[in-house]
């Protein structure tokens, strides 16, 4: 799959019912205007706009790199370097095929940054998690011991465990199942688990919408309103 | 008690956040609005309803958004 396909996020379905955000109306300032104009003109122009624009989007993902080098200590200082440039190179191509989407919402440095720290971003979860198996079945359940509770907390705790896990088993289809507990009960990114089953992001996380809608209220009617204790200290 | 705390984070995680929310094309799209308004002391969520829940929702556009406002932040500071 094209790195660029497998990071953008901009081309997948909507996600519906979800709403659908309105982008405000704005007027461009004038660093921006300057930068559109730039990048639209012919020549030699373009040419060192467009390189300027390297630069910028080469400076956010060097940002996002160091930002997770604490958690990536296998990853040398060329191959971060590297991973930084090419999340640059992909950048640039989807900032200049998507010129015409900005609109003046946010300052042109700001609305070209983000196209940066997501190819970073993907590139880096992609690499940390390369040759490792991603988990589609439960693997955690098993950590949440019941020890030191006393014996009453313990059953409840028990009980709950026990609703929950039948309830992924029961309601949710496979494909909600598999992407629910890779996701959100075994950690698995986003974008490393759209790679292993050949989607995007937009996609797993509409099912993930999903199968957490259809969860909590299959829990509500069990009677198990869980939203008020989650959001207790 | 860790352990409840460990479940809560897990059920919280499995269940994600309550109300609606945009998903994750929509939330790239504001993301850039969506800082500069936050920065600024604005109520960035008034103007986009459903964008943060979202972000509490998707370990990966939090990151993201983490990142954009950092970045933009420290270019304001400069």
């Given at each position: 799959m094209n790195a660029l396909n497998a990071a953008?996020?901009?081309?997948?379905?909507?996600?519906?019912?979800l709403p659908t955000l309105v982008r405000a109306p704005a007027s461009l300032d004038v660093e921006s205007r300057e930068w559109l104009r730039s990048l639209r003109a012919q020549g030699s122009e373009r040419d060192a706009a467009t390189v300027r624009l390297h630069a910028l989007l080469l400076r956010a993902a060097r940002f996002e790199v160091a930002r997770r080098r604490p958690t990536l200590p296998h990853l040398h200082g060329d191959e971060l370097e590297d991973i930084a440039t090419e999340a640059a190179d992909d950048a640039l191509v989807s900032v200049l095929r998507r010129?015409?989407?900005?609109?003046?919402?946010?300052?042109f440095t700001t609305w070209v940054y983000k196209f940066a720290l997501l190819e970073a971003a993907v590139k880096l979860r992609k690499r940390s998690w390369q040759g490792r198996e991603v988990p589609?079945?439960?693997?955690?359940?098993?950590?949440?011991?019941?020890?030191?509770?006393?014996s009453a907390a313990e059953a409840e705790q028990g009980e709950l465990l026990e609703t929950v896990q039948s309830a992924i088993a029961q309601v949710l289809t496979p494909h909600q199942r598999r992407v629910l507990v890779a996701l959100a009960l075994n950690g698995v990114p986003i974008d490393v688990l759209a790679e292993r089953l050949n989607t995007n992001r937009g996609a797993l996380y509409k099912t993930l919408h999903d199968a957490r809608r259809k969860l909590r209220k299959h829990l509500q009617k069990c009677g198990l309103a869980l939203d008020n204790w989650l959001e207790e200290n | 008690m860790t352990e409840r705390t460990d479940l809560k984070q897990a059920l919280g995680r499995l269940l994600g956040p309550v109300g609606p929310e945009v998903g994750c094309d929509d939330c790239f799209d504001q993301l850039d609005r969506y800082v500069e308004l936050e920065l600024a002391g604005q109520d960035a969520e008034r103007e986009m309803p459903g964008l943060r829940a979202h972000l509490a929702g998707c370990p990966a556009c939090r990151e993201e958004h983490e990142s954009l406002r950092a970045l933009v932040r420290g270019e304001q500071l400069l």
């Amino acid at each position: 799959m094209n790195a660029l396909n497998a990071a953008t996020v901009a081309r997948v379905e909507p996600a519906s019912p979800l709403p659908t955000l309105v982008r405000a109306p704005a007027s461009l300032d004038v660093e921006s205007r300057e930068w559109l104009r730039s990048l639209r003109a012919q020549g030699s122009e373009r040419d060192a706009a467009t390189v300027r624009l390297h630069a910028l989007l080469l400076r956010a993902a060097r940002f996002e790199v160091a930002r997770r080098r604490p958690t990536l200590p296998h990853l040398h200082g060329d191959e971060l370097e590297d991973i930084a440039t090419e999340a640059a190179d992909d950048a640039l191509v989807s900032v200049l095929r998507r010129l015409d989407d900005f609109r003046g919402a946010s300052r042109f440095t700001t609305w070209v940054y983000k196209f940066a720290l997501l190819e970073a971003a993907v590139k880096l979860r992609k690499r940390s998690w390369q040759g490792r198996e991603v988990p589609l079945e439960p693997e955690g359940w098993g950590l949440f011991s019941s020890a030191g509770l006393e014996s009453a907390a313990e059953a409840e705790q028990g009980e709950l465990l026990e609703t929950v896990q039948s309830a992924i088993a029961q309601v949710l289809t496979p494909h909600q199942r598999r992407v629910l507990v890779a996701l959100a009960l075994n950690g698995v990114p986003i974008d490393v688990l759209a790679e292993r089953l050949n989607t995007n992001r937009g996609a797993l996380y509409k099912t993930l919408h999903d199968a957490r809608r259809k969860l909590r209220k299959h829990l509500q009617k069990c009677g198990l309103a869980l939203d008020n204790w989650l959001e207790e200290n | 008690m860790t352990e409840r705390t460990d479940l809560k984070q897990a059920l919280g995680r499995l269940l994600g956040p309550v109300g609606p929310e945009v998903g994750c094309d929509d939330c790239f799209d504001q993301l850039d609005r969506y800082v500069e308004l936050e920065l600024a002391g604005q109520d960035a969520e008034r103007e986009m309803p459903g964008l943060r829940a979202h972000l509490a929702g998707c370990p990966a556009c939090r990151e993201e958004h983490e990142s954009l406002r950092a970045l933009v932040r420290g270019e304001q500071l400069l």
